[in-house]
């Protein structure tokens, strides 16, 4: 008979705020509900289910009957329910106060809705930082699950087996180590291999050792959602699937194999001795958050160490990059982190209110504060991640929604009563550089004078729509594959039918290739272009464009306008001295918000004194706004151009423009740009290519539009562009 071992076998299950019904729809139908019946056929065996707060709430509206089959599972103690940070959050990115919060909501949730009571939790993307413990001691937490790769640098052996405890400042935890080698053999290979594995780990038992526990727990999502995977894991066309044939050899390996919970484990092993982790994350997580160059000679140190048959040694020392890096190679993702660690300064209010916000009982706004931090769209690796535009958007909304929320609640007079107020922060993205944050009944706008003067947010408020929400187009490491001509070999490579999500094999086309393209600097509003005449935009699509000038990314002097009388605009001005085409331009853009019959104006002097720096070159002001490609459209109402209407979806030149309408059919609202001298509008869709569990995807991130002067006659001295959004009502 074999040496007896525990096996904790379980799912973690997500589906991200903003994510489409009818994906989730498919989660539940292919995957989530398909296990729990399983289970619900084998009650000998004993499971650990997390379900996101995320989920649970899309559960609740849409399907409650499922929440009412964990309930009666966990009833009956067959299954054992795992807490979390409720709206999945990366712990490492909130304060402290929202850490402690969200787990206390979702502890809470547990026991109110499903009746009970989680001792352990599953951390986001098992993202792990040694300060950890304080916090989630304080919420309750007494264990948590991280890959046996993060143990491998803190201790000799195979840290599979049992758990560990760690502390911090005294406050302890136990760590448990999820198996990588049953994480890539589950589901994806017979279930005969796992029962040799488990074979092999209790043979490695020694004498006197308590009996070996083996921890996998993984997405839920990878037993039926992910391709290819739905048939072989629940069976089709009268055969027996994956999960029938593993819960099977379960039970027939019952006398030495023991499925068990992490409670039961803890009442009956002592922990293996005591851990302190670096900071980390799951393997291929250290890959993705590298640079692109980094994450080249990473991957190939990697496949060399394979080849040479010296992985296994080498690896504890191979850790890649570390989470918080996606910040560096992603300022979209900083400036959304950073917001909302901002806002939730911003709400700490009465001793009362933060108690309550601490033990998972947040206000309206508090509560939206933490939706908008669902880590999905803070990073990028095989999933879409950050490049899905209706993720990233619903941090967004969540932000905006977040904000007017507190502004309501706070009872804040200067907005109520249609003024608004200018505030200079002090670097609200860690860059040394500070910003002017302006907000106003109607927007939500941030400059940054260090980063050419543009518009970093610009929020819809009566809409809590992010606008500027958009992406920059950049190379990523898999670009590489993407542009290798096809035949060529390459790519993910070829895998069994089976294999694990990170080796399914993906192809380009050349419509995708076409699109691998790197901007000149992060997307924004309100960027001042300088290019040659018989620039194009198509220029401009391809990343081509011929830049004369050093104003779209240089740093701007500002000055705040005078403190705002109610009622009065408020805004900054700033200049810069800078040169295009080789000669000397002074250039001072002036930006008010609040004017009547506008809701922002930008004001351009144009300065070049005699060094005709004017006249060989054409000037734009860049805008890039999120709009949804099928459900948004622009018009040309003013002008010699008027009449055109320009698709989101195509390149578009418009010239004689004076006014512009742009409309967006999801938040249903408007907004009118007044061109003063008239000017040439152009027009391009915003496309990335980018990985995915599916393969390559060339998504939509937005659209940029350029305001362009000088065409047929010298850049005007003085342009101004004006702007009105509609609905002006905010609930």
Known sequence: MASPVRLIF??????????????????LDHAYAPFLEALGRHPSIKA??????????????????????????????????????????????????????????????????????????????????????????????????????????????????????????????????????????????????????????????????????????DDGEKFGLWPRTHAWVHGESGETGWLERFFRALEENASWLRTTTFDEVIGDIPPRGRVYLPPGAYFEMGEWALPAGRSRAYAGAVDESRGRGDWARLKPFLRGGYFRNFQAKYPESLLMVRRAQDLSRLMQGSADRAAADREGRPSEARRELWRATCNCAFWHGIFGGLYLPHIRRAVGEHLCRARRLHERESGMKEIAANTVRAVRLGGLDGDGHPEVEIHTPHLGLLVEPARGGALTVLDIKARDFPLGLTLTRRIEAYHDDVLRPPGTGGGAGDSPDHGSIHEIAASATDEMRALVVADDRMRASAVDRFFERGTTVADLARGKPAERGDFFNGAYAATLLPPPAPGAPAGVRMTRRGRAAGARIDLAKTLRAGLPGADLEILYEIDAGAGGGRDGSLFAVEFNLALIESLGRMRIVGGSGEGREISLSAAAEAPGARRLRVEEDYSGFHLTIQIDPEATVWHYPVRTVSRSEAGYEANYQGSALLFVWGEDRPVPELASLRVAVWPRDVD
């Not at 379980?10 to 989660?27: F, K, Y």
């Not at 302890?172 to 040799?196: A, K, M, N, Q």
Request: hydrophobic share 40%; aromatic share 8%; proline share 7%.
């Open 48 to 217: 650990v289910l997390h379900y996101s707060g995320c989920l649970c709430e899309w559960l609740d509206e849409h399907a409650p009957e499922h929440l009412d089959r964990i309930a009666r599972l966990a009833r009956t103690g067959q299954v054992e329910l795992m807490t979390g940070a409720f709206y999945e959050p990366i712990l490492a990115l909130i304060p402290d106060r929202d850490r402690v919060g969200q787990i206390r909501l979702q502890t809470r949730y547990i026991k109110e809705r499903l009746g009970a009571t989680a001792r352990g939790m599953w951390l986001p993307e098992r993202v792990w930082e040694p300060t950890l413990p304080v916090a989630l001691k304080e919420s309750g937490v007494e264990y948590a699950l991280l890959d046996d790769y993060h143990f491998l640098g803190a201790m000799d052996g195979d840290p599979v087996g049992g758990y560990f405890t760690t502390e911090d400042q005294g406050d302890v935890i136990r760590l448990f180590p999820i198996s990588e080698r049953l994480r890539y053999l589950i589901p994806f290979r017979e279930p005969e291999e796992t029962i040799t594995y488990l074979k092999e780990l209790g043979a490695s038992r020694r004498e006197g050792d308590p009996e070996p526990v083996a921890v996998i727990v």
């Open 10 to 27: 379980g799912v973690h299950s997500h589906q991200p705020l903003g994510n489409l019904d009818e994906v989730v729809q498919r989660a």
